[in-house]
């Protein structure tokens, strides 16, 4: 059985801590459960190439390596089946790959399908939000 840890991943660090603020006053007012944040600190899609580098993704061993989000610390000593759920925001941001020609329109929403289909569950891999 899990422990009644719950993880939120946030894209970035500015913005998110006023998400998470009212997430746990909304949703978790009263919980058992201990609520942990970490930031990736880059786009959905940076965190898809390291998925497609390692299918058996550990969050928080990825989110650790991120040496740019240095409170990610706060993950030491914990893995993926050290949480009951995990919880992913990220921005939408397609127009900025698309744009640029960096992606065609197809292989952007291929790549976010992908993601949408690996982080699916809260209970399995996380499940992804976007905004």
Known sequence: MKPNNILFVFEGEVTEPAILDSLEKYFFPKTENAIIHAV???????????????EFLDLPGILKEEKRVKWNSILDGYTSDDFSAIYLFFDHDGHSHTNSGELSQEEYTDMLDRMLNYFDNETDHGKLFLS
């Open 40 to 54: 990736f600190g880059a786009e959905i899609f940076q965190l898809a190439q390291k998925l497609q580098k390692d």
